[in-house]
């Protein structure tokens, strides 16, 4: 069969680039079928875009094939293209030919029904034939496009920063670790793991992060930006945490916290306002079906100046909160999700970036600031997701970083000599930061669960597909 010839359905009901009597080809799959004495109406989608095209058959008798074709079946529809009679869709297709391409029986898991997210999660293998996760996938690629567009016109370069890594970038010791050991037969060397006997001739992990080769490139390049998977094994199982999700980390040489500040700030407004321009219809999906208040939501965000508050300051408006927290708040806790999203969400009612937090609770990497009890440290924190950012201005001083990593009681210290190397020669100010990707698409969908933007989610307890 000739499948070249074919006309994407995005390109007749969304760019409107077929002209009306074109004889057009389509392939895709059935949404629904009706079919009465004289006239069956079948509706195809293709995944091109959120709509579906409907074909219309007269005659139907002299169809046999009709009867094979229900929900889910695979088919070729061939016919001239005119403007609707029905609501709702400017053209349809008057069917010269239909051919089923590939059968799909009543056992078929997705029908006319709706189904709920859970219930998804469970045939993630069928759900991108779904209208929330078709959107979904659409949206997450033009946001990927969006990405690389803000970045490359600003002149940042993209760099790819390793996935095996030896080192454990935010210390949180969350690491997964890479081994070709014989699990049955560990090497021991004095009681202890005889790391070098394994592949790499040295302990190894799925990276947390690309932060720290990211600044290596950073202070030789100018600005960078990578963008690509990290992998955290926290056992937390809620609706924002996964165990493997996509992160984009810009990092600039000659920067501070205020100009980290201003491009996490520009970048988030960016894809917002590319969500809403370039998706508009899968957005108006899901500000129907998912979140209702999407869209005043997005443009609240884009036309608003994102609040600044320091730590401490936030501290001080928890304490004298009414709300009663399920963890006490004092200066020096580390922000609890509950926390974060009171202020955001009921305090600011927009976008916080917070500042300027306790040493103790940041990585080693953030820069100390004169109070000595305060590093440069960023967090974007948004309603509903709570923190979608976080990043720093990065300790450039040699002296000062070695000092704070051995105070961290840094693991395999010598290892990072080349994260040192770059503050002995040459060494500038620089800063950076990290959006997860996921939380951003959840944010910008609405969708309320990171397994459901993720199209193959990894969590505790589940690596299917
Ligand atoms: O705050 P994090 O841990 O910062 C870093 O990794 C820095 N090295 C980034 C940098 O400065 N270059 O992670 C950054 C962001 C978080 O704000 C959050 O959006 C996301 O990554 N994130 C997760 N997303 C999904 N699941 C998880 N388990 C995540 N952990 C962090
Ligand atoms: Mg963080």
Not at 124 to 152: C, E, M
Not at 175 to 183: S, V
Not at 272 to 288: I, K, Q, T, V, Y
């Amino acid at each position: 069969m000739d499948y070249k010839t074919r006309t994407k359905i995005a390109v007749i009901l969304i760019e409107d680039r077929v002209a009306v009597d074109s004889d057009v080809i389509i392939l895709g799959w059935v949404r629904t079928i009706r079919v009465s004495k004289n006239v069956a109406f079948v509706e195809v989608n293709d995944g091109s875009c959120m709509k579906n095209i409907q074909g219309v058959i007269e005659q139907p008798e002299n169809l046999p094939v009709l009867d094979k074709i229900t929900t889910g079946a695979s088919v070729r529809m061939q016919g001239r293209l005119v403007a609707s009679q029905g609501k709702g869709q400017k053209y349809e297709i008057e069917v010269k030919s239909l051919l089923l391409v590939g059968e799909a029986d009543t056992s078929y898991p997705i029908q006319t029904k709706r189904h709920s997210f859970e219930f998804l999660r469970e045939i993630a293998h069928l759900r991108p034939r779904t209208n929330t996760f078709g959107a979904v996938n659409r949206v997450r690629s033009k946001i990927a496009y969006a990405i690389h567009k803000f970045y490359q016109d600003k002149g940042f370069y993209y760099i790819h920063t390793p996935l095996i890594s030896a080192s454990d970038c935010e210390g949180a010791g969350d690491l997964f670790h890479i081994t070709t050991f014989d699990l049955d037969n560990i090497p021991r060397k004095d009681g202890q793991i005889d790391w070098h006997e394994d592949f790499f001739g040295d302990e190894t992990y799925l990276t947390v992060s690309g932060q720290l080769e990211g600044e290596l490139l950073a202070t030789a390049l100018g600005d960078i930006y990578t963008f690509g998977p990290t992998f955290r094994a926290e056992n937390s199982n809620t609706s924002r945490h996964a165990s493997e999700f996509w992160m984009i980390e810009p990092e600039m040489a000659w920067a501070e916290l205020d100009d980290n500040m201003d491009l996490a700030e520009e970048f988030l407004k960016y894809l917002f306002r590319f969500a809403l321009e370039e998706c508009a219809d899968d957005m108006e999906f899901f500000g129907r079906w998912v979140d209702k208040e999407l869209h005043r939501t997005l443009e609240g965000v884009i036309t608003a100046e994102f609040e600044r508050c320091s730590y401490t300051e936030a501290i001080t408006l928890l304490e004298k909160a009414k709300q009663k927290f399920e963890f006490p708040v004092k200066w020096g806790v580390d922000m609890q999700s509950e926390h974060e999203r009171y202020l955001t969400e009921k305090i600011f009612k927009k976008p916080v970036i917070l500042y300027d937090y306790p040493e103790e609770i940041k990585s080693f990497y953030m820069r100390v600031n004169d109070d000595g009890r305060t590093v440069r440290a960023m967090d974007v924190l948004v309603p509903k997701v709570g923190e979608i950012i976080g990043g720093s201005q990065r300790e450039e001083r040699y002296d000062v970083l070695k000092a704070r990593m051995e105070k961290k009681g840094i693991k395999n210290l010598d290892n990072y000599y080349w994260y040192l190397d770059i503050r002995r020669w040459g060494s500038v100010p620089h800063a950076g930061f990290g959006l997860g990707f996921d939380r951003a698409l959840m944010y910008i969908t609405g969708m309320a669960n990171i397994r459901d933007v993720t199209p193959f989610p990894r969590v505790p307890n589940w690596a299917k597909f």
